[in-house]
């Protein structure tokens, strides 16, 4: 294979990266709907915990440390997006 052929592999990954992403971010959405309706706050800990280590568990040990990074910035995003529609930020 081409280094081409390489990167037009990681671009069809990177879309599917994207498209994931929205989806995503659109249940965050839904989410922050019922936690306002519920008055329920947009962070718990214990969930993120308990994701984290899943997350973790999911894929070989040697990208433990850097699917972790990725799940607590997707964390942080979902949490931004949340308190922004519930004008809590």
Not at 21 to 36: D, G, I, N, P, T
Not at 54 to 72: I, N, S
């Amino acid at each position: 294979m081409e280094l081409s052929d390489y990167r037009e592999k990681i671009d069809e990954a990177d879309r599917a990266l994207i498209a994931a992403f929205v989806r995503r971010m659109e249940l965050s959405a839904e989410v922050a709907a019922y936690k306002k309706a519920k008055q329920l706050p947009v962070y718990d800990p214990a969930r993120e915990a308990r994701k984290l280590d899943w997350a973790e568990a999911q894929v070989p040990e040697v990208f433990a440390g850097d699917v972790r990074a990725l799940f607590e910035t997707l964390f942080a995003l979902s949490k931004g997006y949340q308190n922004r529609l519930l004008d809590r930020e």
